[in-house]
């Protein structure tokens, strides 16, 4: 009997190290999966915490650029925008916007043309597909917003401006971009151009940039609202010199070129005008002398007509692309007799065509995207700083901001972006 007791008293020792282990091994799963969830929960707690941030963060864009050219960019360098974020979190994270720099003009690009299709540019592609609207010429209601400060002349009451300010020019988001002369790649497209309407169909990334740029900026004759520094903005975007009267002058030679092209196309289709060339060089240069003569002929009755038809421009009439005799105004009679109208040029039977507006969507088509853009983001700056902060600088914003984190070991990263 005595060593059946001391065998049940061994068993029952054994059975309470057994329960023990078992127990601690239960505490030591429960303590992890405690500390487990506290960890998991932190980190659930600053990733919501983290999107947050980063989305106040982009809530921090420049309000006047968004209301006035309906673009979102946010401004400030990597260490205020990681006090900021820090400010919102309430523990340390890292934000930067280096990727998401203007340098890069895609996304700038991107959101204008986001912005094109939503509302913003719903009525404005509606008249320029029906010709409706003020497209082509007159003053906006915002001419008396703009003030001559003595760099150049006017037009149409609208003051030309140069722009003098080195550190301005030297910060201009274009500078450090390669750019093809406008005059020349007008005439390869005079020369060249075989569907024009292609120019104007709607929906298409260009048509749609062209049009954000007519509905926002300034150009020769016609001012949009606010308060600009040039009064041909668009013609600036096309040219890129920094006065209002070079870059007009500059774009009006690109017109020219355009339609001597166009019209040259036209004058060797057409049997009337061939007859009145070849006749003309007979009378001049007899004999075989005579071809070289013709080409001459066509290119100078060409260029004349290219000639009134910027003016015809200028004055509000509509040019056709594609020229008939109806639509040519300048008969050879009148080049050979310096014959120029009564107002200054000279008016076709008819008045049909595309206005002043649709010429400069020409020449906007065959800019690069890059030039286009980073222009648009110079006249951003330039005023910008006219207006609202001298100080400005398109190159110190950013489209989106990356945000960075280290919360209990584990790295927490978010891109966001307009």
């Not at 890129?240 to 001597?260: F, I, P, Q, W, Y």
């Amino acid at each position: 009997m005595k060593m059946d007791s001391t065998l049940v008293r061994q068993k029952r020792g054994s059975s309470a190290v057994f329960l023990a282990v078992i127990l601690a091994s239960l505490v030591a799963i429960t303590l992890s999966l405690v500390f487990a969830g506290r960890v998991q929960a932190r980190i659930s707690i600053a990733d919501g915490t983290l999107n947050l941030a980063s989305a106040s963060l982009l809530s921090e864009y420049d309000y006047y650029v968004q209301r006035d050219y309906g673009l979102f960019l946010l401004q400030g360098t990597d260490t205020q925008l990681s006090r900021s974020l820090r400010d919102y979190t309430g523990f340390y994270a890292k934000a930067s916007a280096g990727r998401f720099s203007t340098v890069n003009t895609e996304p700038v690009r991107k959101q204008i043309l986001d912005y094109m299709k939503s509302t913003g540019g719903v009525q404005l592609i509606t008249d320029a597909v029906t010709g409706e609207g003020d497209s082509g010429g007159g003053t906006g209601d915002g001419s008396d917003d703009a003030s001559d400060n003595g760099d150049g002349g006017a037009s149409d009451g609208i003051p030309d401006r140069t722009l003098r300010h080195g550190p301005t020019i030297t910060s201009l988001p274009s500078r450090s971009l390669p750019d093809a002369d406008i005059v020349t790649t007008a005439q390869r497209l005079g020369e060249n151009l075989t569907n024009p309407e292609a120019i104007f169909r709607t929906g298409t990334s260009k048509f749609l940039m062209s049009e954000y740029i007519l509905s926002k900026f300034n150009r020769n004759g016609y001012v949009n609202e606010g308060d600009h520094f040039f009064s041909s903005e668009v013609e600036y975007i096309i040219c890129g010199k920094m006065s209002d009267e070079k870059n007009k002058h500059r774009t009006d030679l690109a017109l020219e070129a355009v339609r001597t092209g166009l019209n040259l196309t036209h004058i060797y289709s057409d049997p009337e005008k061939v007859r009145a060339i070849t006749e003309a060089a007979e009378l001049i240069t007899p004999g075989p002398m005579g071809v070289v003569t013709q080409a001459a002929i066509a290119a100078a009755w060409a260029a004349a007509e290219a000639i009134n038809d910027v003016k015809l421009l200028h004055k509000d009439f509509r040019v056709p692309i594609i020229k008939t005799s109806a639509s040519w105004a300048i008969d050879l009679d009148s080049i050979l007799e310096g014959y120029s109208g009564e107002d200054g040029c000279i008016h076709p039977q008819t008045d049909t065509g595309r206005k002043y507006d649709d010429y400069l969507r020409i020449l906007l088509y065959v800019k690069d995207d890059n030039i286009v853009t980073a222009r648009v983001l110079d006249l951003i700056q330039i005023n910008m700083r006219k207006n609202y902060d001298e100080g400005f600088l398109v190159q110190e914003c950013a489209t989106g901001v990356s945000v960075d984190a280290d919360i209990c070991g584990r790295s927490l990263s978010y891109d966001r972006i307009y």
